[in-house]
């Protein structure tokens, strides 16, 4: 079949969400269909298929009356992209666009229908008069925005236009603007990036417990942070003025679009909006003069490159020159210096800045002087990298004059995952206020002297007492715990599933009890079979599905208790979210018993896990995909699925058993050594 240039290509993944289905139904509909499209483009393992035909063959067979909207416009502005380019730079004719709608709706209306001859002048010369009116000169200077516009870009504008009208009440372009946008976008600049909307509103509620008129960001990203601090909580920004800056230009005039279309109409012009291009460490002229109220950034983190040569004499190491490896505590006294006397700044860093010892000298400074306030451990996997752990850092520039406060806030509320945020809010006020009571293992104002040794050590858990205040009680309900745990593990005969020795082979490769001689599928065919679906991420967890949980992490508590052992288990309970890291898969239950699938994927990986062939903090699909499954028929796939499941739930006892009783051992023996405890007579 003949695929034009430049036509529109989809994957499976993008049919199926086409059509509103799984991607199994895609691959039946291949397998089943003989005028089915034929791919135009891809892979053996990834086709790519005609939108055009596809759309057709849907329409014909009533899989669709029409390609949803908003997919059109997700189409159009993939076919914008250039592998040269920034990710970001579609969305930015397109938010202008939505600006446009939003601040000057008749003006589209007289554009709208003219020939497109006349439009591609025409509709780029009212941007740019719109850019310099609402963003000033220098805001439409950063947009970048071209003087002709292109039949897609054309295309594109009209599809926004009715793709805005579509949203009802409230501010359509706005609406439109953030279902376009949302979270990837800060992804766009740097790997591992991308803040999720909880970890944004965390920090930009801290920002604004002093109440700040002036906002800025120094890696601004596509403005996620700025937005969730100026935010008035119904999603209109009322901060004074925000600053920002971004080292790719593309992503700061998204961070700029997406400001002006959360500001109220009723804002004087230009908008106090003041992003710039360009690395704040090295290109700091970009934006001169910021002296804002408060700070708040996610800077790039562990780069080597980050100036420490040409920077060396630079007057913002007021703490010290930061070591080559300690570029976060660079942008750190960066953020100090951008900041009014008094002002707050919220890092969001990696946790092992708090104990990299080359940047012993400058927390020792930082810590002396008054500047650093708060470290507090978040839990794993709250954003990217899911596998580092990260710390929030909150720093106050010191009021000349004014004593430095002689302790320091150290939290760790990594093991409170559900409701982390109100812990971190608790814990600042409290030690703001002056009336923050030490949480045994969660929280401590921790005297700045005590912090001042050889390592100066940040990490909240090194500092935290463990403690409880009732130390014997806590520990004799472990103690009861563990019994019961204990109990139902033993006798191992009645635990453990019952087995004999396996059927040797005949010659024609069929075994003696008649089974099969194992011959077995990859989960990649059974993937494009159709009997197996791979969720993708952000979809919900339902009963019968086969989560794959990242190493060392915990399951969705369906399979039957607590701990991370079990490599593989079927959730059994209501839909819930995917655990942070997992993988899930959606077997058709008339070809493949859930019980049998998860049993024989947790080998396979467990194998390739040791093997070191997998990767040991992550579960990627190419590890799930290669995972060899048996082919049996359902009868005898049934037969396994049983005692997968008691294996699972035997190991997951177990486990939660040897962690209960080392816990409960380590508990005992503190309590000997600080006093908290004493032996029976």
């Known amino acids: 079949m003949s695929d034009p240039a430049g036509a529109a290509r989809v994957s499976a993944v993008e049919i199926a969400r086409l059509a509103g289905v799984g991607r199994a139904a895609v ?6 269909h003989p005028d089915f499209p034929r791919p135009v483009g891809g892979s053996e393992t990834s086709p790519a298929f005609s939108l055009t035909e596809v759309e057709a063959w849907l329409r014909a067979q009533g899989k669709i009356a029409e390609v949803p909207l908003r997919e059109r416009v997700r189409q159009q502005l993939e076919r914008l992209r250039h592998p040269a380019d920034s990710p970001a730079a579609p969305l930015v004719p397109a938010l202008a666009l939505l600006l446009l709608l939003q601040r000057d709706p008749d003006r589209w209306q007289s554009l709208a229908p003219r020939p497109d001859q006349e439009l591609a002048t025409d509709l780029p010369a009212a941007l740019g008069l719109l850019a310099v009116r609402t963003l000033g000169p220098d805001g439409a200077r950063l947009l970048r925005l071209p003087a002709l516009y292109g039949s897609t870009q054309l295309g594109l504008a009209r599809l926004l236009a009715e793709y805005a009208a579509d949203f009802p009440g409230g501010d359509g372009p706005q609406a439109a603007a953030t279902e376009l946008t949302g979270g990837p976008a800060d992804s766009a600049h740097r790997p591992g990036a ?16 002093d109440a700040p008129d002036s906002l800025y960001d120094p890696a601004c990203g596509g403005g996620t942070l700025l937005l969730a601090a100026g935010s008035d909580g119904r999603g209109d920004v009322h901060c004074g003025s925000c600053h920002g800056q971004e080292a790719d230009p593309d992503l700061a005039a998204v961070a700029l679009l997406r400001l002006a279309l959360r500001c109220p109409l009723g804002v004087p012009l230009p908008l106090p909006l003041h992003l710039a291009a360009g690395d704040a460490l090295r290109a700091e002229a970009a934006l001169p003069g910021v002296h804002a109220d408060a700070v708040l950034s996610r800077p790039p983190y562990n780069e080597r490159n980050w100036g420490a040569d040409e920077l060396a004499y630079d ?33 969001l860093l990696p946790g092992a800045v708090a104990a990299r010892r080359s940047g012993r000298r400058v927390r020792a400074d930082l810590l002396r002087r008054g500047a650093l306030r708060a470290v507090l451990a978040l839990p794993t996997g709250v954003a990217a990298p899911a596998a580092v752990p990260l710390h929030l850092w909150l720093l106050r520039r010191p009021v000349p004059g004014e004593p430095a406060p002689l302790r320091v806030l150290l939290a760790d509320v990594s093991g409170s995952p559900e409701d982390y945020p109100e812990a971190v809010l608790d814990a600042w006020q409290g030690y703001e206020s002056g009336r923050l009571p030490d949480l045994p293992g969660v929280h401590r104002a921790v005297p700045v002297i005590d912090l001042l ?34 109990a139902q593990l033993a006798p191992p005969a009645a635990a453990l599933p019952g087995h004999r020795p396996g059927d040797r082979s005949d010659g024609d490769g069929t075994a003696a009890g008649g089974e099969l001689n194992r ?3 990859t989960v990649g065919e059974l993937l494009r079979g159709g009997g197996l679906e791979l969720l993708g991420e952000g979809e919900p967890v339902r009963a019968g599905d086969v989560v794959l949980p990242a190493p060392g992490g915990a399951g969705t508590g369906g399979g039957g208790g607590g701990g991370g052992s079990v490599a593989a288990e079927v959730h059994a309970g209501p839909p819930v979210p995917a655990p942070r890291g997992a993988q899930v898969l959606r077997p058709d239950p008339a070809v493949l018993d859930p019980w049998f699938l998860a049993g024989f994927l947790g080998v396979a990986l467990r194998a390739e896990r040791s093997g070191g062939t997998g990767s040991g903090t992550t579960l990627s699909r190419r590890d799930v995909r290669r ?17 997968f499941r008691q294996l699972a739930l035997f190991e997951r006892g177990l486990a939660e058993a040897a962690a209960l009783g080392e816990q409960l051992a380590q508990g005992i023996a503190a309590g000997f050594a600080d006093g908290s405890l004493r032996p029976e007579e």
């Open 27 to 32: 691959s039946n509909w291949r397998r089943r």
């Open 194 to 209: 991308a803040l999720s909307a909880e970890v944004a509103a965390l920090m930009g509620r801290l920002a604004r417990t």
């Open 315 to 347: 007057p913002r190491w007021e703490y010290g020159l930061p070591a080559r490896a300690d570029s976060e505590l660079a942008w750190a006294q960066h953020c100090l210096a951008r900041v009014r006397p008094g002002g707050l700044v919220v890092l």
């Open 453 to 486: 040794d050889d390592a100066v050590d940040l990490t909240p858990a090194r500092h935290l007492p463990q403690r409880p205040a009732d130390a014997h009680g806590l520990l004799t309900a472990q103690q009861q715990r563990l019994a019961a745990l204990l």
């Open 519 to 521: 011959s077995a599928s």
């Open 627 to 643: 995972a060899r499954v048996p082919r049996l028929l359902p009868a005898e796939q049934r037969r396994y699925a049983a005692p």
